[in-house]
């Protein structure tokens, strides 16, 4: 069984980065499949922001690309958010999830619970 569990602080002030890590137990991050970040902020829909495949090959949302990187741990098999000069509208319930169907399908079958993040000074 896959787990994903995200870890972070719960509140980033303006301009500041926000960097979120998630830990996956169960499966491996460098065998097939792709891991994301995805954010749902209030009264919205879920925003997918990015991936990381099991190469380690980035891909970013185009709307968020100029502050969003995400990065990699192998040995620790965590993968990693940073979302720079945040502002209150990057407070959001924050997820990361597996990719099922092994590609950018954005049909993911296992979920982190979430973190809520808020952004204020």
């Known amino acids: 069984q896959v787990q994903l569990q995200e870890s972070g602080p719960g509140l980033v002030k303006p301009s500041q980065t926000l960097s979120l890590t998630c830990t996956v137990s169960?499966?491996?991050?460098?065998?097939?499949?792709?891991w994301s970040w995805i954010r749902q902020s209030p009264g919205k829909g879920l925003e997918w922001m990015g991936a990381?495949?099991?190469?380690?090959?980035?891909y970013y949302s185009p709307s968020l690309m100029t502050r969003t990187s995400i990065s990699r741990d192998t040995p620790k098999n965590q993968f990693t958010l940073q979302l720079s000069s945040v502002t209150p509208e990057d407070t959001a319930v924050y997820y990361c999830a597996r990719d099922g169907t092994g590609g950018l399908g954005r049909s993911w079958d296992y979920w982190g619970q979430g973190t809520q993040v808020t952004v204020s000074s």
């Open positions: 169960g499966g491996s991050i460098v065998f097939y499949y792709y």
């Open positions: 990381i495949d099991y190469a380690g090959r980035t």
